[in-house]
């Protein structure tokens, strides 16, 4: 299990609750800002290198998550965001949007977790939505459920059919590992799998509190990855534009990514 570097601890967390989607990635003083959004907390509207103008800005992340109805999306972000395993939970419909603000090496982070609906008929007017601008994407399937497994083909096909880009970082998330007497997939398999399509593997839990840290290790994995990645972005328009400055040079390699 892979365990958090001290620099990668959580600050912060909030929930929101989404009809309409926001799809821009960052968010200064004033608050979040957003493109193509018709709710009104999300006005100003930014381009990649306004944000790196103001140091008070805070880049975010948007990770969506994605799955069968029923393999834990939603309990899986609420731990991740709340800490906690919920109660009860009703099918999502649409998105559940929720953000956790992280430290990584010193940079306030947030990340956004875009919990998606895995019932056809409460997802199909949003998907353009979930896929548009996504920085990162979790694949859920639950461990005790062959079927969730066997369809995670279809999920990865609707990810590319949406031409999101091969270098967005995915994981592949194996839930429900409590219930031990249960499991149908065995891990192997999934490990296959996983390395057939370039992804971690994590098999945890959401609803066993011995595996938080795993869960969170799931999204904090993600959030070094992209930190890692933007880092490389910035050096990039530094040469094109000449405008922007960076001290010193972050790669993957150097990151302390707790995976
Ligand atoms: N035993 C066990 N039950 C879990 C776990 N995670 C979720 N569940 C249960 O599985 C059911 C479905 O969980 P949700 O998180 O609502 O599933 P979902 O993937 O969000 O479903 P949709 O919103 O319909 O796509 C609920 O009854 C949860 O309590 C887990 O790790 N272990
Ligand atoms: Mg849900």
Redesign the pocket.
């Known amino acids: 299990m892979p365990h958090l570097p001290p620099s990668a601890r959580p600050v912060h967390n909030c929930v929101h609750h989404l009809s309409v989607m926001a799809n821009e990635s960052f968010e200064n003083e004033g608050g979040t800002g957003s493109r193509n959004s018709r709710n009104t907390n999300f006005t100003s509207s930014v381009d990649l290198s306004t944000s790196l103008d103001s140091s008070v800005q805070t880049r975010i992340f948007k990770i969506i998550v994605i799955?069968d109805?029923?393999?834990?999306?939603?309990?899986l972000t609420f731990r991740f965001t709340g800490g906690s395993f919920p109660e009860k939970?009703e099918?999502?419909i649409g998105v559940d949007f929720r953000e956790k603000a992280v430290e990584i090496e010193g940079e306030k982070i947030k990340v956004q977790v875009w919990?998606t609906?895995?019932?056809e008929r409460f997802r199909k007017s949003m998907v353009e939505h979930y896929y548009r601008n996504v920085h990162a994407v979790v694949f859920?399937y639950d461990v005790t459920k062959m079927a969730s497994f066997q369809n995670l083909k279809t999920w990865i096909q609707e990810c590319n059919g949406h031409r999101v880009s091969p270098t967005v970082p995915r994981v592949l998330v194996g839930?429900?590992c409590?219930?031990v007497s249960h499991i149908q997939v065995p891990s192997n398999t999934a490990l296959k799998f996983a390395d057939a399509h370039n992804m971690l593997l994590f098999e945890t839990?959401?609803?066993d509190p011995k595996e938080s840290q795993n869960v969170d290790s799931i999204f904090m994995c993600l959030a070094c990855r992209l930190k890692a990645q933007k880092s490389l972005l910035y050096r990039d328009v530094e040469r094109e534009d000449g405008r922007v400055r960076l001290s010193q040079e972050t790669d993957v390699n150097k990151s302390n990514c707790p995976c």
Do not use: E, P, R
Request: net charge positive.
């Open positions: 799955g109805s029923n393999v834990g999306k939603t309990c939970t099918a999502t919990d609906a895995g019932q859920v839930n429900k409590d219930l839990s959401a609803k």
